[in-house]
């Protein structure tokens, strides 16, 4: 990728030792948002050296394993090696002693070049998006901005305990777009989908662009940034991704022209719906619709907060659990809602029990079960993998599996005496609760703050990249309200 006018430096540092990167020490580069090496990337040969995460509350996710109020994990080679109470071994001992142990979390829809864009539109409905984000901003983005915002994207999603996450990105406005964002994901060392999407210039080269990715960057898949396919709800977009073996994510909204459920449906009366299909939001639809997503083995992202304020539609959860889906969750953009997964539980733990607890008070009979925190502390780790076909790989503390691994404080103000572990995680938690956060066994947050990440850099690059783009768009900055000149002033 050629650099863009705001990388000053190659994004190649000398490789830290591994004690370099434990200890989060920084390399000491100025001019680069990030000292963390190309160590982190999916080239990295196996992980070595042993990992004890002792006398933690350990909620694996796995039923077969079960939860311990005392337990610990060992891993070895980036991957866990046992889950069980009293384990001696010779290796790097964390106390876990008043934290919870558990799977990373899994944000399964998210537009990451936005993040120089956080806020902007607070206020904002979809049509204000449509017209001020994707039509007047995004044609703006150069390659460098696209790195920028993917980069401060993935390392705040770490931050608030998500580990694996899918970009939907809808900026590659040309080649040298996608590879700047796939590098960004490398960089940062997130478990990351690369859903390639459309791009807004004329040099954007979507779809056809895909087999030079792949061929390109993804000739193996057993790396941590792995590649999917963003689609309308159009049959040769679906077929292309097919024949390239791509997973495929349609966002379908019941009120946007030709991407609603009912478009969908079109699809799968052809045949075209299948267990390769994820459908983000789905708003609008029908019982019968949501029965042949559970039918077909596709599966469904919901991101509440957003659809809920945006007006995309009642968020369909009790549609999906009524047709026996369990939704994985997700964040969307961060132009108008956090992304961060405790936010995302607790709407949907809240809109599922308020839908139910509404008719109870109406005074139906035979209603629905409740949803409990534990189901959907599920939905955010365990479902997230099921949702992007990473079950195998991640998702729960199963022996086996990469060591994709979150420690929750419980010695805070907002959370003890611990009492209720899921009930914690869902009511009671926030971001300040994350202790460490583990990718493939590599410890990228410790103590609540990124391992050799120069911030002060990083807020200066991703600020720049702001002004850049609102220079561009002809908007005026107003820090007060998020108001702009030509942008949303709801």
């Not at 069980?84 to 537009?111: K, Q, W, Y």
């Not at 900026?171 to 040298?176: D, Q």
């Not at 999407?197 to 954007?204: D, F, I, L, V």
């Not at 908007?475 to 000149?485: E, L, P, S």
Request: net charge neutral; glycine share 8%.
């Amino acid at each position: 990728m050629s650099a863009s006018p705001i990388i000053t430096a190659p994004r190649t540092p000398a490789r830290p030792s591994r004690r370099t990167v434990l200890a989060g020490a920084s390399a000491g580069l100025a001019s680069i948002a990030f000292t963390r090496a190309p160590s982190l990337a999916q080239t990295q040969p196996p992980r070595e050296g042993r990992t004890l995460i002792k006398n933690g509350v350990v909620l694996t996710m796995d039923s077969g394993l079960g939860d311990f109020e005392r337990a610990d994990v060992l891993v070895e080679g980036g991957k866990i090696a046992a889950v069980r109470p009293d384990i001696s071994a010779e290796a790097t001992v964390i106390d876990a002693s008043n934290r919870i142990v558990l799977p990373g979390f899994t944000d399964t829809h998210h537009h990451f070049y936005q993040s120089a864009m956080r806020n902007l539109l607070g206020n904002g409905l979809l049509e204000d998006y449509f017209r001020d984000i994707v039509a007047k901003a995004t044609p703006l983005f150069r390659a460098g901005d696209a790195y920028d915002g993917v980069l401060s994207g993935a390392l705040r999603s770490l931050t608030s305990g998500v580990t694996h996450v899918v970009d939907m990105s809808q900026v590659s406005n040309s080649p040298e777009h996608s590879d700047a964002m796939i590098k960004a994901f490398r960089d940062s060392g997130i478990r990351a989908v690369y859903a390639y999407a459309r791009g807004y210039t004329p040099a954007a080269k979507f779809p056809d662009d895909v087999e030079r990715i792949k061929k390109q960057h993804f000739a193996s898949n057993d790396g941590l940034v792995s590649l999917a396919f963003t689609a309308a709800p159009d049959k040769n977009q679906w077929l292309l991704a097919r024949k390239m073996g791509l997973r495929i994510y349609a966002h379908v909204v019941g009120l946007v022209p030709n991407v609603g459920p009912a478009d969908v449906i079109r699809l799968g009366d052809e045949g075209l719906m299948g267990p390769d299909n994820v459908y983000v939001h789905f708003t609008g639809g029908r019982p019968e619709y949501m029965k042949r997503i559970k039918d077909t083995g596709g599966a469904l992202s919901l991101a509440v907060p957003i659809e809920m304020t945006m007006r995309h539609g009642t968020p369909p959860i009790q549609l999906a659990l009524d047709a026996g889906i369990r939704p994985a969750l997700s964040s969307d953009v961060e132009t108008t809602m956090t992304s961060d997964m405790f936010s995302i539980m607790r709407a949907a733990f809240t809109l599922q029990r308020t839908q139910i607890n509404e008719r109870a008070l109406k005074g139906e009979k035979d209603l629905p079960p409740l949803l409990l925190a534990k189901d959907i502390v599920q939905m955010a780790t365990i479902e997230g993998a099921r949702c992007n076909a990473a079950e195998s790989r991640t998702g729960s503390l199963t022996p086996g599996k990469d060591a994709d691994i979150v420690l929750l404080r419980t010695d805070t103000a907002n959370v003890m005496p611990l009492n209720n572990a899921y009930g914690a995680i869902v009511t009671g938690m926030d971001t300040s609760n994350v202790d460490k956060v583990m990718v493939a066994g590599r410890i990228l947050v410790d103590d609540g703050r990124l391992t050799g990440v120069d911030m002060p850099a990083l807020q200066k690059r991703i600020t720049t990249s702001r002004d850049y783009i609102m220079e561009q768009a002809g908007w005026k900055k107003n820090v007060v309200d998020g108001v702009v000149t030509g942008a949303s002033a709801r």
